[in-house]
């Protein structure tokens, strides 16, 4: 029972929880038992948390049988990345400066799970403080891709991903600041959602770049990734930068379909260095949206080339201007034999921060610091005002640009590591839509030849996620991969 339940979808499941063939109890323990079953194997976890988990399950339980569920979802365990504030559970951000950090209050998304009553299953591994994309940068273990055990996830939701793929979970939150939930939904056959900038509060999820950092959905099809947003995307006044605007209904049209929708191919996104499998795989997928009734339309982004530089620079500004927060005082670990405030201070950060870590907060240091500002800071600001307009100007001609998420497919764990400029190109075609705010999703579009997954992207215009989820339907339905059985 347990292995066929486990592969449901969140929907699925949420019908059987309806009709209360299935109890929140059981989907639960089947979780918590694939997971003790190949998370051996696959590494996703740094913490289970069985008891909180039950709990839940059971009083999910008990309002199904009082016939008042929370949400549509009420009962579906789901599991989060660690860089969401969990109050009572230790959240690390896969860095060793916070280990043993156990939050006081929860993230606002963390909360809205709960009210919406979601048993929440554990925290994910992550690449440090969601810098890189291989989950290589997580102080505590690589994840493990469960397509390849010998790949990675990708990064930096990778335990989110590789959670999901594997059947621990039904689904779970990550967050993008420049693809870290596109790029490991990509590796791992599921689909991830980055919201537009301000639709989901950023309260309570610790800050890597403030202006590009959104949390997101990720599952393994696009309508349980529909349902999962709309938990989500709420206007929240404790954060600043939240979008005032009402909930989306993503559910209602995403069967309609794209005929007669102008897809824009943006023709810098199609470049040479992109894997021959990948861009055979899109090529057929784009014609697949032709025969479904959509206009492919040539486009250009002009600004493309300078976005991976634009967004290193900003983002890494913006991390070294975060990161200053940890320094032994506050939060988390603190240097043993420090003597005095300056020892501590550079003692602990030494000792707590990795070595990517460390070169961000170096790198945007610099770019921050009198006499380079107006260089790189100021500069890489205005660039990314270029990057935005030529959004603003393909989206007056199509209803949404595709492209791949990834110029590769999962790489080997090692491969990478010793060369932080090739993972940075892992990001080509997926930051420019953090840089503009824009909403952006992958979903599954095949495999290659020895069996890795391959995304598809699709970049819509602000909170423009609904139609963004409809013509990911539109795909997936033609196709199912999800179906796939993963080798785990
Ligand atoms: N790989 C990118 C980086 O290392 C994006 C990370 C993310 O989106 N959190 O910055």
């Given at each position: 029972m347990s292995s066929t339940l486990t592969d449901l979808s969140m929907l699925e499941l949420a019908a059987k929880l309806a009709t209360r063939e299935v109890s929140s109890v059981e989907a639960t323990r089947a979780s918590l038992q694939r997971i003790a079953q190949v998370d051996p194997k696959?590494?996703?976890?740094?913490?289970?948390?069985e008891p909180g988990a039950l709990k839940a399950a059971e009083a999910s339980d008990a309002r199904r049988h009082a016939g008042s569920p929370a949400s549509a979802l009420d009962g579906v365990p789901v599991g989060l990345k660690d860089i969401f504030l969990t109050e009572g559970l230790e959240t690390t951000c896969g860095s060793r400066i916070l280990e043993g950090f156990v939050p006081p209050y929860d993230a606002t998304v963390v909360r809205l799970l709960k009210e919406a009553g979601l048993p929440l299953v554990g925290k994910l591994n992550m690449d440090e403080f969601a810098m890189g994309s291989s989950n290589e940068s997580s102080a505590y273990f690589p994840t493990h891709n469960?397509?390849?055990?010998?790949r990675t996830p990708g990064g930096s939701s990778g335990g989110s991903a590789a959670a999901v793929a594997a059947r621990e979970v039904f689904g779970a939150l990550g967050t993008d600041t420049g693809g870290s939930i596109r790029q490991p939904a990509a590796f791992t056959n599921t689909v991830g959602l980055k919201p537009t900038y301000g639709r989901v509060s950023r309260y309570g999820v610790i800050a890597f770049a403030s202006s590009l950092d959104q949390p997101g959905p990720m599952a393994r099809t696009v309508g349980d990734t529909a349902a999962l947003f709309q938990l989500i995307a709420r206007h929240d006044p404790r954060d600043s930068t939240s979008a005032d605007v009402a909930t989306p209904d993503c559910l209602t049209g995403l069967e309609d379909g794209v005929r007669g929708l102008k897809l824009g191919v943006p023709r810098e996104y199609f470049t040479a260095g992109m894997d021959p499998e990948v861009e055979g795989t899109l090529r057929a997928s784009l014609e697949e949206f032709e025969r479904m009734g959509a206009t492919l339309v040539d486009v250009s982004l002009p600004h493309t080339k300078y976005a991976l530089a634009t967004y290193y620079l900003l983002a890494s500004s913006e991390a070294s201007s975060n990161l200053a927060r940890y320094d032994g005082i506050r939060y988390g670990q603190r240097a043993k034999d420090a003597r005095g405030l300056k020892e501590l201070y550079t003692q602990t950060r030494g000792q707590g921060f990795g070595a990517e870590v460390k070169r961000r907060i170096m790198l945007g240091t610099y770019a921050l610091s009198a006499g380079y500002y107006d260089a790189y800071y100021l500069r890489a600001q205005k660039v990314r005002t270029l990057i935005r307009e030529d959004f603003t100007r393909a989206f007056q001609q199509v209803d949404a640009l595709v492209s791949p998420?990834?110029?590769?497919?999962a790489f080997k764990l090692g491969d990478k590591v010793d060369d932080p400029l090739s993972m940075y190109l892992m990001d080509v075609y997926t930051l420019p839509c953090n840089l503009a705010g824009l909403p952006g999703l992958s979903v599954p579009c095949g495999f290659t030849q020895a069996g890795l997954p391959v995304g598809l992207q699709i970049l819509g215009r602000p909170f423009d996620e609904a139609r963004l989820l409809r013509i990911a339907r539109a795909f997936e339905r033609e196709h199912d991969f999800f179906r796939r059985a993963v080798p785990v």
């Amino acid at each position: 029972m347990s292995s066929t339940l486990t592969d449901l979808s969140m929907l699925e499941l949420a019908a059987k929880l309806a009709t209360r063939e299935v109890s929140s109890v059981e989907a639960t323990r089947a979780s918590l038992q694939r997971i003790a079953q190949v998370d051996p194997k696959v590494r996703a976890f740094l913490r289970v948390d069985e008891p909180g988990a039950l709990k839940a399950a059971e009083a999910s339980d008990a309002r199904r049988h009082a016939g008042s569920p929370a949400s549509a979802l009420d009962g579906v365990p789901v599991g989060l990345k660690d860089i969401f504030l969990t109050e009572g559970l230790e959240t690390t951000c896969g860095s060793r400066i916070l280990e043993g950090f156990v939050p006081p209050y929860d993230a606002t998304v963390v909360r809205l799970l709960k009210e919406a009553g979601l048993p929440l299953v554990g925290k994910l591994n992550m690449d440090e403080f969601a810098m890189g994309s291989s989950n290589e940068s997580s102080a505590y273990f690589p994840t493990h891709n469960p397509w390849d055990l010998t790949r990675t996830p990708g990064g930096s939701s990778g335990g989110s991903a590789a959670a999901v793929a594997a059947r621990e979970v039904f689904g779970a939150l990550g967050t993008d600041t420049g693809g870290s939930i596109r790029q490991p939904a990509a590796f791992t056959n599921t689909v991830g959602l980055k919201p537009t900038y301000g639709r989901v509060s950023r309260y309570g999820v610790i800050a890597f770049a403030s202006s590009l950092d959104q949390p997101g959905p990720m599952a393994r099809t696009v309508g349980d990734t529909a349902a999962l947003f709309q938990l989500i995307a709420r206007h929240d006044p404790r954060d600043s930068t939240s979008a005032d605007v009402a909930t989306p209904d993503c559910l209602t049209g995403l069967e309609d379909g794209v005929r007669g929708l102008k897809l824009g191919v943006p023709r810098e996104y199609f470049t040479a260095g992109m894997d021959p499998e990948v861009e055979g795989t899109l090529r057929a997928s784009l014609e697949e949206f032709e025969r479904m009734g959509a206009t492919l339309v040539d486009v250009s982004l002009p600004h493309t080339k300078y976005a991976l530089a634009t967004y290193y620079l900003l983002a890494s500004s913006e991390a070294s201007s975060n990161l200053a927060r940890y320094d032994g005082i506050r939060y988390g670990q603190r240097a043993k034999d420090a003597r005095g405030l300056k020892e501590l201070y550079t003692q602990t950060r030494g000792q707590g921060f990795g070595a990517e870590v460390k070169r961000r907060i170096m790198l945007g240091t610099y770019a921050l610091s009198a006499g380079y500002y107006d260089a790189y800071y100021l500069r890489a600001q205005k660039v990314r005002t270029l990057i935005r307009e030529d959004f603003t100007r393909a989206f007056q001609q199509v209803d949404a640009l595709v492209s791949p998420t990834s110029p590769v497919p999962a790489f080997k764990l090692g491969d990478k590591v010793d060369d932080p400029l090739s993972m940075y190109l892992m990001d080509v075609y997926t930051l420019p839509c953090n840089l503009a705010g824009l909403p952006g999703l992958s979903v599954p579009c095949g495999f290659t030849q020895a069996g890795l997954p391959v995304g598809l992207q699709i970049l819509g215009r602000p909170f423009d996620e609904a139609r963004l989820l409809r013509i990911a339907r539109a795909f997936e339905r033609e196709h199912d991969f999800f179906r796939r059985a993963v080798p785990v």
